[in-house]
């Protein structure tokens, strides 16, 4: 059976994972990975943009999301799981489209504008 579609998604290593971890995006995305061709990323470059001042952790915290997610189900051999730091064109893709993306889009963004508020306007977003 042909695989309907492609799916990445990720978590961004800055802590523990939780239940709501579990039940939030786990549980689907191992139920996902017969039907769709699954990309998994921990995102520890974007773990930057709010977490830039302690990143002593950072390793650690990508260590235990790998084993949080293979606890949880997903399977390397029927999914990619990867660290965002190691696509070397991540870096590279986000330089051109910084440079072609007005702010006004970013603000647009429900995603960048649910950090902003949680951070609160005494903390920056790079």
């Known amino acids: 059976m042909a695989k309907k579609g ?18 939030g995006t786990l549980r689907t995305w191992a139920s996902l990975q017969d039907d769709y061709e699954c990309f998994f990323e921990i995102a520890d470059w974007h773990a930057l943009t ?8 950072l390793r650690e915290n990508i260590e235990q999301v790998a084993i949080d997610w293979l606890a949880a ?3 390397p051999e029927r999914s990619v799981l990867f660290v965002q730091s190691d696509v070397k064109e991540h870096a590279e893709l986000h330089l051109l489209l910084s440079m072609v993306t007005p702010v006004s889009w970013l603000e647009r963004c429900p995603t ?3 950090q902003r508020d949680q951070i609160g306007e005494e903390k920056t977003i790079s």
């Open 6 to 23: 492609r799916i990445l998604s990720g978590h961004r290593p800055t802590g523990q994972l939780h239940l709501g971890h579990l039940e």
């Open 50 to 57: 709010t977490d830039f001042e302690a990143t002593g952790a």
């Open 73 to 75: 189900g997903l399977d």
């Open 112 to 114: 960048y504008k649910e």
